[in-house]
């Protein structure tokens, strides 16, 4: 049995549903988001979204603490390469999360549980599909125990 | 080496005669035949205490550290690793370059001091395996060199084929080999003390009233303290293997280290820390060119 | 003396292991601690365990109550210790003196810590004597008799093939009892311990500590010293522990855990102000409590001689060279 296996039987049967959160940047992902919902564009409500100056805000270690505390995926999200609002702070993210997404693979988490993405303003179908997609890619993996705390 | 320790004991005591160093920083040899410690000298006739031999294997760039106020200047006998961890230092801006006179040695290699202690006196000690690794055994900056250079042909990259190894099992392998490790982390914090990477004046993990990580031992808290580290040294590790070799309950720390410079070097460009001192860090800078994969 | 050959150990240990949850020291993940006892764990007898079995008695983390907020009230619920009787096998004599030193402080003095008592309580010890001391040993200079433990239940005897067996208290005497039909009795006399590689003189040292607080000698020692806590993690008698608690919404579990006194934030002040702000208070604190404060208070030093810090230490800050190097001192 799998390490979340163990887990997934009993949470499976209490109605189990992802729980995603998003740092999204505050100029370019979580303005994409607000249009996404004034568009009227249905997305999955398993997300939180945690608002953030920049995506280069965002330490390695907020990605760790949100698994440690129970969620099952985390994405980062901000402006596009060249679209930065400080102009280079994604350009930093990218580098960080390049390699952390390599890392987090590398201990034994699913990749699909940790992911990054840029997403302007104006693409709010981009916001409903990504979120969808993850939203599903983690429903087929079940609830996350890796790096858990036991108390969560 | 008994001949270099010789010249090791006069070229610091005139270094201290003249005036030239407040306080030199060398090996002594410790209580056992297989272990050495740290020395520091400040008067001329203390010199005696200095030794080089095969046990000479601990990094002592690190204790600079101590020495960032002192008025005037600090002699260091640095080997191959030694020399990256000044350059590590340098660097990061925690030392002044001008502050130091490194005395350069050529390293032939450490022995495993663990070893040593459980094979006995008589065995054939192997190298520890920081030393196995190492690609810089020769300082790569001194102000003063010591005995000749070995010139040793040395792999132009690092050998990370444990890492590879690792990268090919299943998540819920890898996840196991590292929590039954880290299962075992006594959080003692000796890695990140020994590491001239981890210069921070205050430290997360010394801080428990912030949150990020309590002082609770356990699987889930020492992996936020081994990632969160190894992605803090990201592109700052100067492979000395310090860490690991002091761990005492064995975990395989440079596992980690050693994915994320194989990485760096894949994603960003062949990079070896602490060569020079002026070159942007891996993670502290960009290029417009970098792997795009967040689309 | 009833013996039992090495090989046939695994009998006995079965055999107990009916009746008690049963500890063994084994090799595990590259280390070495006392486990619990399976039929395929791989024990070892020729050499202490590298990890101290003080988290028997005084775990890493420790649980100690959870509280709740109900409306305008508050709910405490204790938390119990999984019930049955330890049976902890193979404990050198340098480990029971540590526990020796752990009831002074925990039981002692008027004040009794239940967490601690409750475990003490529900262990029995079969000590082990050493045939041959590691290189870093040196518990004889501390007073510790390599062959027979203090406050063990039984005291077992390293025979070579062999392990003799005799009962110390009426704990003790219920072990043997169960297992007497799986041992021979025969002459064997208690072996002499073996030669010590760290000659160490300890004589008087407590004394001459007191002088010695603002003595140069601890700006020496501490030079080297990196501040880490492997030492006082591997120490079987390092006892500082501190209190915090987990908090999720209105549940609170409150914890102990392992604390070090290498650490800047141990003696961290509310405010900012820490008394020990540099290595070479903290290192002198080190030394000082286990040389001095501990006898002065509970007349034994609070070092059993086990050398676990020698090996762990990544410096090599060596206990029997400060020892060697306060005796010097003027």
Known sequence: MSVNEVQQNKEV??????????????????????????????????????????????????????????????????????????????????????????????????????????????????FQQVITEMTEEIRTLGPNRKLRDDQW | MVDLTLEIRKTAKELLEKGEAKVVLGWEKGNFPYSTTPVFIDKPEDTERLIWDEYCINNLALYMLDYKHLDGKVG???????????????????????????????????????????????????????????????????????????????????????????????????????????????????????????????????????GWLAKANNVSNNMFFALTRAMHVGGRCIECGECERVCSVNIPIMLLNKKIIKDINFLFGDYDAGLETEERLPLGGYDYTDPEEFM | MLVVLKAKLKDILNTLAEEYKVLVPAKIEDTSKFISYKDNVDIILDENVKLSPKDVFFPQTEKMYKMKTVKTSMELENITDEAGKKLLFGVRSCDMKSLDCFDQVFLTKGYIDEFYKNKRDSVVTIALSCSQPMQT????????????????DVQAYDLGDKIGLEAISDEGSKVIELIKGQLTEEGAEVPQPGEFYLKVDADGVSEKLNGMFESPIWDDVSKKCLNCGACTYVCPTCHCFDISQEVRGENVTKYRCWDSCMFGEYTQMAGGHNPRPTKKERVRNRFMHKLNYFPDRYNMLLCT??????????VNLDITSVIKQIKEAE
């Open chain 3, 137 to 152: 040993c040196f518990c004889s200079a501390m007073g510790v008799d390599s062959q027979k433990a203090v406050g063990a």
């Open chain 1, 13 to 126: 049967e209490q109605n189990w549903e992802p729980k995603i959160l998003v740092f999204a940047c505050t100029w370019c992902t979580y303005a994409g988001a607000d249009l996404t919902g004034l568009s009227r564009l249905q997305y999955p409500p398993n997300i939180r979204i945690l608002k953030v100056p920049c995506s280069g805000r965002v330490n390695p270690q907020f990605v760790i603490k949100a698994f440690q505390k129970g969620v099952d995926g985390v994405l980062v999200a901000g402006c596009h390469p060249g679209d930065c609002h400080y102009t280079s702070g994604n350009y930093f993210t990218r580098r960080r999360f390049l390699l952390m997404r390599r890392l987090m693979e590398y201990i034994g988490m699913e990749p699909q549980r940790f992911q990054n993405r840029w997403i302007s303003a104006a693409e709010a179908p981009k």
């Open chain 3, 305 to 314: 001689g086990c050398g676990r810090c020698i090996n762990v230490c990544p």
């Open chain 2, 76 to 210: 260091i006998f640095v080997k191959g690793c030694d020399s990256r961890g000044i350059n590590r230092l340098v660097q990061d801006k925690q030392l002044d370059r001008e502050k130091v006179i490194l005395i350069g040695l050529s390293c032939p290699g450490m022995k495993d001091e663990k070893k040593a202690k459980e094979l006995g006196p008589n065995a054939d000690i192997p190298m520890a395996q920081k030393c196995q690794d190492c690609r810089y055994p020769d300082p790569v900056v001194y102000d003063v060199f010591l005995g000749e250079k070995q010139n040793k042909k040395v792999p132009e990259k690092i050998d990370t084929s444990d890492v590879e190894e690792m990268e090919t099992k299943s998540p819920d392998e890898k996840y196991r080999f590292f929590t039954t490790n880290y299962e075992k982390c006594l959080r003692c914090y000796a890695c990140r003390n020994v590491c001239p990477a981890c210069n921070c004046k205050e430290c997360i993990f010394d801080q428990t009233a912030t």
